[in-house]
């Protein structure tokens, strides 16, 4: 499943956790991204949408 939004191009940051000595360890956070079908240009199809997306009725769910 592809890790980015379809509609928004929303994805994954990047950054370090700094513990409380100062050492950097390498960080990912995933965006919420569902496959769901939706309606495109009258046909269905399934889509990786956020779920930002979902909630903001940008898409139309079939």
């Known amino acids: 499943m592809s890790k980015k ?3 928004c191009g929303k994805g ?11 050492k950097k360890t390498l960080k990912t956070r995933k965006a919420n ?6 309606i495109k240009d ?9 779920t930002r997306c979902i909630k903001s009725n940008k ?4």
């Open 42 to 50: 009258g046909k269905v199809q399934k889509a990786n949408i956020c």
């Open 12 to 22: 994954p940051l990047f950054g370090k956790s700094v513990s409380h000595s100062h």
């Open 59 to 62: 898409i139309t769910k079939a």
């Open 33 to 38: 991204i569902q496959n769901i079908k939706i």
């Open 5 to 7: 939004c379809e509609v």
